[in-house]
């Protein structure tokens, strides 16, 4: 049974920091792409970053140079590192698995992935 479960959002003023956490279990992170995706308020969901299992990262835009996305495989964990944090990045963060070893590039609005975790809240004022 696949679980992922996210971690580590929370409130912080523009400019802050925060990083968040996936714990997967049921599977190997190491094994597939991961990605982090986000919801706004009244807004559609958007990918933000993802990451094939070699390792190969790619990020939105509006996100490059200051997230960074990362696996510990010794923890089953998919992390994202957000620094420089502004107002358009609050939003109920949410990973995500696809079963493929690669991630093909950013996935728009996560249709190719099919495990999906509960998400965390970031607000950032």
């Known amino acids: 049974h696949v679980q992922l479960v996210e971690s580590g959002g929370g409130s912080v003023q523009a400019g802050g920091s925060l990083r968040l956490s996936c714990v997967a279990s049921g599977y190997a992170v190491r094994s597939d792409c991961m990605g982090w995706f986000r919801q706004a308020p009244g807004k559609e969901r958007e990918g933000v970053a993802s990451i094939d299992n070699d390792g190969t990262t790619t990020y939105a835009d509006s996100v490059k140079g200051r997230f960074t996305i990362s696996k510990d495989d010794a923890k089953n964990t998919l992390h994202l590192q957000m620094n420089s944090l502004k107002p358009d990045d609050t939003g109920i963060y949410y990973c995500?698995?696809?079963?493929?070893?690669?991630?093909?590039?950013?996935?728009?609005?996560?249709?190719?992935?099919?495990?999906w975790g509960q998400g965390t809240q970031v607000t950032v004022s």
């Open positions: 995500a698995r696809r079963r493929s070893t690669f991630c093909y590039g950013l996935s728009i609005t996560g249709i190719d992935f099919g495990d």
